[in-house]
């Protein structure tokens, strides 16, 4: 089980994540609607894993994963992003994304990649 922050402005994705995560066993211990919201909440609530949008208001998600890997090099952060921005994903692994989902969200494929996520850091 893992502790997972979920960082996207929309409801319907983060209701669909969290969804997903839970049936997964893992704990969701934060929702945050923006870049900047999230870097406060991993501060705070030190999850395992953020699941990380790229497109969002206030500051978007590769500005936030920059930030929060800074303030944690070992910070696993896996983006999500809509088909069709290749490039915004090459940039995101640049700054150290351990992997990324892409929208519209397929449940095996999310819980393959958070688990393998997860397990990667229990392994090390």
């Given at each position: 089980?893992?502790?997972?922050?979920?960082?996207?402005?929309?409801?319907?994705?983060?209701?669909?994540?969290?969804?997903?995560?839970?049936?997964?066993?893992?704990?969701?211990?934060?929702e945050a609607t923006d870049g900047e919201v999230a870097i406060e909440?991993?501060?705070?609530?030190?999850?395992?894993?953020v699941s990380m949008d790229i497109t969002m208001p206030v500051m978007?998600?590769?500005?936030?994963?920059?930030?929060?890997?800074?303030?944690?090099?070992?910070?696993?952060?896996?983006?999500?992003?809509?088909?069709?921005?290749?490039?915004?994903?090459?940039e995101a692994v640049k700054y150290g994304a351990k992997d990324f989902?892409?929208?519209?969200?397929?449940?095996?494929?999310?819980?393959?990649?958070?688990?393998?996520?997860?397990?990667?850091?229990?392994?090390?």
């Amino acid at each position: 089980m893992a502790k997972i922050l979920i960082v996207d402005d929309s409801r319907t994705s983060r209701r669909i994540l969290k969804n997903i995560f839970e049936a997964e066993g893992h704990e969701i211990v934060g929702e945050a609607t923006d870049g900047e919201v999230a870097i406060e909440m991993y501060k705070e609530k030190k999850p395992d894993v953020v699941s990380m949008d790229i497109t969002m208001p206030v500051m978007n998600g590769i500005d936030s994963l920059k930030h929060i890997m800074e303030y944690d090099p070992k910070a696993r952060v896996v983006m999500v992003t809509s088909a069709g921005q290749k490039s915004k994903m090459t940039e995101a692994v640049k700054y150290g994304a351990k992997d990324f989902i892409t929208k519209p969200f397929e449940n095996d494929t999310i819980a393959h990649v958070f688990n393998k996520v997860v397990k990667e850091d229990k392994d090390v």
